[in-house]
C-alpha cells in the first residue's frame, strides 16, 4: 500500500512538474534567448528542447540530494506561491508593470525559499512564508530602482497657431 501512495504522490508531482517545466522554457527561450540572439525559428525550436532537457534534470539532482518526497511537495506548493504573488501584484497595481521587476521576483523567490528549505526553515519560520514575502519585496525594490530601458515620456511643447 505504501508503495501505490508513493507512486501516487510522485506521478502527481511530475505532472506538475513537466508542466511548470515545459512553461519555463518557453518563457527562458521567449524572455531571454530569442531577444539577444535573434535566432531562426528552427534554432529557436532546438534551443527550447535544450532548455526543456536541463530545466527537467537540475529538479531529479535537487531530489537526490532532498528525499523526503512529501516535504518536497509542500516545497512545490510554496514555489507555486511565488507566482501566485506576482500574478497578483501585476493584476491589482498595475504600477507595478516592470517585466524586469517579475521576472527578477520570480527567480530570487525560488532562490531565497530554496535556500531556506535546504537550511531547514531556520527561526521556526516556513518556506511558504519566505515564498509569500519574496516576490513581493523584490518587486517593491524593483519600483525603487529606475530602469534604464524604460521609455521616457516625450516633453509636451506648446504650438502656436499664426495667422496667414
Same mark, same amino acid.
Given at each position: #500500500?505504501?508503495?501505490?501512495?508513493?507512486?501516487?504522490?510522485?506521478?502527481?508531482?511530475?505532472?506538475? =512538474?513537466?508542466?511548470?517545466?515545459?512553461?519555463?522554457? !518557453?518563457?527562458?527561450?521567449?524572455?531571454?534567448?530569442?531577444? $539577444?540572439? +535573434?535566432?531562426?525559428?528552427?534554432?529557436? #525550436?532546438?534551443?527550447?528542447?535544450?532548455?526543456?532537457?536541463?530545466? &527537467?534534470?537540475? %529538479?531529479?539532482?535537487?531530489?537526490?540530494?532532498? %528525499?523526503? =518526497?512529501?516535504?518536497?511537495?509542500?516545497?512545490?506548493?510554496?514555489?507555486?506561491?511565488?507566482? !501566485?504573488?506576482?500574478?497578483?501584484?501585476?493584476? $491589482?497595481?498595475?504600477?507595478? +508593470?516592470? *517585466?524586469? &521587476?517579475?521576472?527578477?521576483?520570480?527567480?530570487?523567490?525560488?532562490?531565497?525559499?530554496? =535556500?531556506? $528549505?535546504?537550511? &531547514?526553515? %531556520?527561526? &521556526?519560520?516556513? +518556506? #511558504?512564508? =519566505?515564498?509569500?514575502?519574496?516576490?513581493?519585496?523584490? #518587486?517593491?525594490?524593483d519600483r525603487l530602482i529606475p530602469n534604464k +530601458?524604460?521609455?521616457? %515620456?516625450?516633453?509636451?511643447?506648446?504650438?502656436?497657431?499664426?495667422? *496667414?
Open positions: #500500500m505504501a508503495g501505490l501512495v508513493t507512486t501516487s504522490l510522485v506521478a502527481s508531482i511530475f505532472i506538475s =512538474v513537466s508542466t511548470v517545466a515545459l512553461a519555463i522554457a !518557453s518563457l527562458i527561450v521567449k524572455d531571454f534567448y530569442v531577444p $539577444y540572439y +535573434n535566432p531562426t525559428p528552427e534554432k529557436e #525550436m532546438k534551443m527550447t528542447r535544450v532548455f526543456s532537457l536541463i530545466i &527537467g534534470f537540475l %529538479p531529479l539532482v535537487f531530489v537526490l540530494l532532498v %528525499p523526503e =518526497v512529501l516535504k518536497l511537495s509542500f516545497f512545490t506548493r510554496a514555489i507555486r506561491l511565488s507566482i !501566485s504573488v506576482v500574478a497578483m501584484i501585476a493584476f $491589482y497595481l498595475p504600477f507595478f +508593470n516592470s *517585466a524586469r &521587476g517579475a521576472n527578477a521576483s520570480l527567480i530570487a523567490a525560488c532562490v531565497v525559499t530554496s =535556500v531556506w $528549505y535546504v537550511i &531547514g526553515n %531556520p527561526f &521556526g519560520i516556513d +518556506n #511558504m512564508y =519566505v515564498a509569500l514575502a519574496t516576490p513581493a519585496i523584490v #518587486m517593491c525594490l +530601458n524604460a521609455p521616457r %515620456p516625450e516633453k509636451k511643447t506648446s504650438v502656436t497657431q499664426t495667422g *496667414a
